[in-house]
């Protein structure tokens, strides 16, 4: 699942893995699986790199667009959870 949006900004940018480790004083290897959305940062490492390039940390983000989604909602799972309680 791809849920962050970094390689496509370090890409643009030209921001080099290395440059971030030793920022964010993490390994290489942690920036790159970040980068390829194998693992991903924390809240407050998005903003140190938000920060650090000067960026929108929603774009570090991949967008949501629930309109097409069919998954079970909130309120459906609320609703099938009470039910099932009650009984």
Do not use: C
């Amino acid at each position: 699942m791809k849920l962050n949006r970094l390689k496509k900004v370090f890409d643009d940018q030209k921001i080099k893995n290395r440059v971030i480790a030793k920022y964010l004083g993490k390994s290489e290897s942690t920036i790159s699986l970040w980068r390829n959305n194998k693992r991903q940062p924390n809240l407050e490492e998005f903003y140190q790199i938000a920060k650090l390039l000067r960026v929108n940390i929603h774009s570090l983000i991949e967008p949501t667009n629930w309109k097409e989604e069919t998954s079970e909602t909130y309120e459906d799972f609320a609703k099938r959870y009470i039910e099932k309680n009650n009984n």
